[in-house]
């Protein structure tokens, strides 16, 4: 069993910055494809961004890509994502996710999730 501990949300003016971290325990953390999803309030939770087991794929929702970038350190076993150029809009809970081998942008295709971190864009 994968645990993972989301951390680095916080309240943040609309243009700033914020880098959120994802820990992983539990297994082997190159062997696992991460990805991040966000959820607003009343909102379903949608794909944001993921990265390849081995980090050399990444991919990315159109409404982040150009602001926000995912990468992974293998031996701290964490995977981050900073995001830059925050809008209102990005407001949610964010939370990180894992599956053996490979990479999904969707949902279904993650076994692990970790309980989230807030992120919140003053505008």
């Known amino acids: 069993q994968v645990q993972l501990v989301e951390s680095g949300g916080g309240l943040v003016q609309a243009g700033g910055s914020l880098r959120l971290s994802c820990a992983a325990s539990?297994?082997?953390?190159?062997?696992?494809?991460m990805g991040w999803f966000r959820q607003a309030p009343g909102k379903e939770r949608e794909f944001v961004s993921a990265?390849?087991?081995?980090?050399?794929?990444?991919y990315y929702a159109d409404s982040v890509k150009g602001r926000f970038t995912i990468s992974r350190d293998n031996a701290k076993n964490t995977v981050y994502l900073q995001m830059n150029s925050l809008k209102p809009e990005d407001t949610a809970l964010y939370y990180c996710a894992a599956r053996k081998f490979g990479v999904a942008t969707t949902l279904g295709g993650y076994s692990y999730w970790g309980q989230g971190t807030q992120v919140t864009v003053s505008s």
């Open positions: 990265i390849s087991w081995v980090g050399t794929s990444t």
């Open positions: 539990g297994g082997t953390f190159s062997n696992y494809g």
